[in-house]
């Protein structure tokens, strides 16, 4: 084969080149442009060469910044700083990526410049598309109210936005991309986030790592659990089939309280069912009882009429008039133990020493006739209505003077005390006491343990009357069954009302 002739070989590839070529001197005049140039830049040869470069830029500041990169001598073959907007003949455009090799003598000068210019509009409209569609994700991923983040295999958070570091409450300053989903797990909780994972208790412990399990192995379920400042948090983490977690946290205090409204009324009203059930039941038994003797007693004040008997004539009378009475207390106290119901509208600062005070006075005839004397302890102070308080009180009180042992006299201790947010009340006597077994029915409406009037009068209403209020008052009252000198009653009540949200 015969001798190639380098520079037909250099002309064939320059011509035939895909890229446009373009060499220009040092005054940056063109000196020449292959075929591919011309093409690309809609030029005839003639009007193309000897003039200056400048003609290729689409603008003037396109083209300063093509000779501070020049003077700055920015390595025009890396891909992102060399990229300039061009300009063809017919004044269309297109983004270009320059590489420039320059040409040197054997004296180390520069002679001249060797452009290749590749067209990259496909390219730079897609990267662009692409930065467009990552911030419409972004903006609406921001404008989410749901927290939203994505963690690596690793557990490293990777994305998240602003829901999500809100959400994450005293850990929420310190996400960044890297950052574990167990380092923002205990950050929260070091901030006092979880109320179910207190610092430093075992029970937080459990809570973390369950939370953690949840997080590492998710069973698709949703969690709901309770965060910040008494409110509640969807939790929902999927595995994704790349091995990331995607997590979703949707704030759903409103639902979950509507919910436990629900439930709480729910509860009340199959309480109030089941007691009105008991209530109509008793009611109805203790009504017929003073309407039997009634009846009885009338019935033979007509028999002792027929027969002229003028002996028990006044005797039976008298048992009318006293069934009649009796009748008259029963459908009284009823009536107080109706109106008495969810009737508290008057929530005030109440000093139970107050209340204890008031009820002595009241009570001081009774408490003289049996001998009795009061030990009162200190009491606090509670949100409530005094006067519901104070009935609860006297009927405490009045039956601890009443239920006295015949062998001594009444001595009554009333004293208070607080734990956390609760008012412990404690009325406790040294009379005749309650069996143990009774201690849930003496409660009920028209329970009594001592059916004889003539040794203590009453119509068992008192103890399920101071329950009502009791229960009004979020609270609750029961028999202490290990107190064996008398009887105890010990009273729960919260120190401050929780106003319904
Ligand atoms: P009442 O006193 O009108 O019978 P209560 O509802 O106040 O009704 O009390 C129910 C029952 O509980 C009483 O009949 C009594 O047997 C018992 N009881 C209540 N308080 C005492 C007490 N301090 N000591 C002994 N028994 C009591």
Same mark, same amino acid.
């Given at each position: 084969?015969?001798?190639?002739?380098?520079?037909?070989?250099?002309?064939?590839?320059?011509?035939?080149?895909?890229?446009?070529?373009?060499?220009?001197?040092?005054?940056?005049?063109?000196?020449?442009?292959?075929?591919?140039?011309?093409?690309?830049?809609?030029?005839?040869?003639?009007?193309?060469?000897?003039?200056?470069?400048?003609?290729?830029?689409?603008?003037?500041?396109?083209?300063?910044?093509?000779?501070?990169?020049?003077?700055?001598?920015?390595?025009?073959?890396?891909?992102?700083?060399?990229?300039?907007?061009?300009?063809?003949?017919?004044?269309?455009?297109?983004?270009?990526?320059?590489?420039?090799?320059?040409?040197?003598?054997?004296?180390?000068?520069?002679?001249?410049? =060797?452009?290749?210019?590749?067209?990259?509009?496909?390219?730079?409209?897609?990267?662009?598309?692409?930065?467009?569609?990552?911030?419409?994700?972004?903006?609406?991923?921001?404008?989410?109210?749901?927290?939203?983040?994505?963690?690596?295999?690793?557990?490293?958070?990777?994305?998240?936005?602003?829901?999500?570091?809100?959400?994450?409450?005293?850990?929420?300053?310190?996400?960044?991309?890297?950052?574990?989903?167990?380092? =923002?797990?205990?950050?929260?909780?070091?901030?006092?986030?979880?109320?179910?994972?207190?610092?430093?208790?075992?029970?937080?412990?459990?809570?973390?790592?369950?939370?953690?399990?949840?997080?590492?192995?998710?069973?698709?379920?949703?969690?709901?659990?309770?965060?910040?400042?008494?409110?509640?948090?969807?939790?929902?983490?999927?595995?994704?089939?790349?091995?990331?977690?995607?997590?979703?946290?949707?704030?759903?205090?409103?639902?979950?309280?509507?919910?436990?409204?629900?439930?709480?009324?729910?509860?009340?009203?199959?309480?109030?069912?089941?007691?009105?059930?008991?209530?109509?039941?008793?009611?109805?038994?203790?009504?017929?009882?003073?309407?039997?003797?009634?009846?009885?007693?009338?019935?033979?004040?007509?028999?002792?009429?027929?027969?002229?008997?003028?002996?028990?004539?006044?005797?039976?009378?008298?048992?009318?008039?006293?069934?009649?009475?009796?009748?008259?207390?029963?459908?009284?106290?009823?009536?107080?133990?109706?109106?008495?119901?969810?009737?508290?509208?008057?929530?005030?600062?109440?000093?139970?020493?107050?209340?204890?005070?008031?009820?002595?006075?009241?009570?001081?005839?009774?408490?003289?006739?049996?001998?009795?004397?009061?030990?009162?302890?200190?009491?606090?102070?509670?949100?409530?209505?005094?006067?519901?308080?104070?009935?609860?009180?006297?009927?405490?009180?009045?039956?601890?003077?009443?239920?006295?042992?015949?062998?001594?006299?009444?001595?009554?201790?009333?004293?208070?005390?607080?734990?956390?947010?609760?008012?412990?009340?404690?009325?406790?006597?040294?009379?005749?006491?309650?069996?143990?077994?009774?201690?849930?029915? =003496?409660?009920?409406?028209?329970?009594?343990?001592?059916?004889?009037?003539?040794?203590?009068?009453?119509?068992?209403?008192?103890?399920?009357?101071?329950?009502?209020?009791?229960?009004?008052?979020?609270?609750?009252?029961?028999?202490?069954?290990?107190?064996?000198?008398?009887?105890?009653?010990?009273?729960?009540?919260?120190?401050?009302?929780?106003?319904?949200?």
């Amino acid at each position: 084969m015969a001798a190639l002739n380098e520079d037909l070989v250099f002309k064939a590839l320059y011509e035939t080149f895909p890229d446009p070529v373009i060499i220009i001197d040092a005054e940056r005049i063109i000196r020449s442009a292959n075929n591919a140039a011309l093409r690309q830049f809609g030029y005839p040869s003639a009007e193309f060469i000897d003039r200056s470069v400048r003609l290729i830029y689409a603008t003037d500041a396109e083209y300063a910044k093509r000779l501070q990169n020049r003077a700055a001598r920015v390595d025009e073959t890396a891909p992102r700083t060399s990229n300039y907007l061009y300009i063809r003949r017919d004044g269309s455009t297109f983004s270009g990526h320059l590489r420039t090799t320059p040409l040197i003598n054997d004296q180390g000068e520069e002679l001249a410049l =060797i452009g290749i210019i590749r067209d990259v509009s496909d390219l730079t409209e897609a990267v662009s598309e692409r930065q467009k569609a990552s911030e419409m994700l972004n903006a609406a991923l921001e404008a989410m109210p749901e927290g939203f983040a994505i963690f690596d295999r690793e557990e490293r958070l990777v994305v998240y936005n602003r829901a999500y570091q809100a959400i994450c409450g005293p850990a929420g300053p310190a996400l960044k991309p890297g950052i574990t989903a167990e380092e =923002i797990l205990l950050l929260a909780r070091q901030g006092g986030h979880y109320p179910d994972a207190l610092p430093g208790t075992r029970e937080g412990n459990e809570w973390i790592a369950s939370r953690l399990r949840d997080f590492r192995y998710p069973d698709g379920k949703p969690k709901i659990h309770r965060y910040a400042d008494d409110r509640w948090l969807r939790v929902e983490n999927i595995k994704a089939k790349d091995g990331n977690t995607v997590v979703a946290r949707v704030d759903v205090t409103d639902l979950k309280r509507a919910e436990l409204a629900l439930e709480r009324q729910r509860q009340e009203l199959e309480h109030k069912n089941e007691a009105l059930d008991q209530f109509t039941a008793t009611v109805s038994h203790d009504l017929k009882a003073p309407l039997r003797h009634i009846s009885m007693f009338s019935e033979m004040i007509e028999d002792d009429l027929k027969a002229g008997n003028q002996t028990e004539l006044a005797e039976n009378a008298r048992h009318l008039r006293d069934s009649v009475r009796r009748m008259n207390r029963v459908v009284d106290s009823l009536l107080d133990y109706a109106q008495i119901a969810h009737r508290i509208t008057d929530w005030t600062q109440v000093r139970l020493s107050d209340v204890v005070s008031e009820t002595l006075t009241i009570l001081a005839g009774d408490a003289n006739d049996a001998n009795a004397t009061f030990e009162v302890g200190p009491l606090p102070e509670l949100e409530g209505d005094p006067e519901l308080l104070r009935r609860l009180v006297q009927n405490l009180v009045g039956n601890a003077i009443k239920y006295r042992h015949a062998d001594r006299p009444p001595v009554i201790r009333i004293h208070g005390s607080v734990l956390h947010q609760t008012v412990e009340l404690v009325v406790e006597d040294n009379g005749i006491g309650i069996d143990p077994r009774f201690a849930t029915r =003496i409660f009920e409406v028209f329970q009594r343990l001592h059916k004889d009037e003539t040794v203590y009068g009453g119509t068992g209403i008192g103890l399920s009357l101071a329950k009502r209020i009791a229960e009004s008052h979020g609270g609750s009252i029961c028999l202490d069954t290990s107190f064996r000198e008398g009887a105890r009653f010990i009273v729960l009540l919260p120190r401050w009302l929780r106003k319904a949200k």
